[in-house]
């Protein structure tokens, strides 16, 4: 079945680098384009990041520009997140999610999730 | 980057209850404008695609208006399954954006 699985998630120290990926399954991988959409503890859903499905135009929220680079190897059908400059704000689960064909253009799959903690 | 103001923030009502939570887009957004079902733990569920378009296996009972910068979601008649955050995002332009959540609780 269509599935995406986070992993890569943990404590992390303000300053630091993390690198998440998302394995992707069921699906034409390199047809779709890929999002990070994260949720810090108690709080509402932020959109972080998008690859086209070619990986040629990539898109980011203000907030992690600069810090953060999303990518994806389409022969390996696995997305990631770059994550560097880690700041305690940037503590969340991070979703990776899928658009395209089907559902208007909008996050039709979801990955349950990678939790980030930044901490000293 | 385009805001969007959703309300309420929380609700509460009984089951077989009309429901009904708006999103304001701080500009023109088209027919880009998705809903997503979330509940404790898990990852959200997309409930409504293209303002009122709903995916295979949502029921009915969910649906979706509007134009332009205002959007609605109603649920028809609330069911014990439903008592979740509810949340809107415009897929119209880059960066997307949420809206901040509805909670909906058991009255």
């Known amino acids: 079945q269509v599935q995406l699985v986070e992993s890569g998630g943990g404590v992390v120290q303000p300053g630091r680098s993390l690198r998440l990926s998302c394995a992707a399954s069921g699906f034409t991988f390199s047809n779709y384009a890929l999002h990070w959409v994260r949720q810090a503890p108690g709080k509402g859903l932020e959109w972080v990041a998008v690859i086209l499905y070619d990986g040629s135009n990539k898109y980011y929220a203000d907030s992690v520009r600069g ?16 994550m ?25 799959i979801w990955g349950q999730g990678t939790l980030v903690t930044v901490s000293s | 980057a385009i805001q969007m103001t959703q309300s309420p923030s929380s609700l509460s009502a009984s089951v077989g209850d009309r429901v009904t939570i708006t999103c304001r887009a701080s500009q023109g957004i088209r027919n880009d404008l998705a809903w997503y079902q979330q ?69």
């Open chain 1, 84 to 108: 560097n400059s880690l700041r305690a704000e940037d503590t969340a689960v991070y979703y990776c999610a899928r658009s395209g064909i089907g559902t208007g253009g909008s996050l039709g």
């Open chain 1, 67 to 82: 810090r953060f680079t999303i990518s994806r190897d389409n022969s390996k059908n696995t997305l990631f997140l770059q």
């Open chain 2, 39 to 107: 509940k404790p733990g898990k990852a959200p569920k997309l409930l409504i695609y293209a303002v009122s378009s709903l995916p295979s296996g949502v029921p009915s009972r969910f649906s979706g208006s509007g134009s332009g910068t205002d959007f609605t979601l109603t649920i028809s008649s609330l069911q014990p399954e439903d008592f979740a955050t509810y949340f809107c995002l415009q897929d119209y332009d880059y960066p997307w954006t949420f809206g901040q959540g509805t909670k909906v609780e058991i009255k």
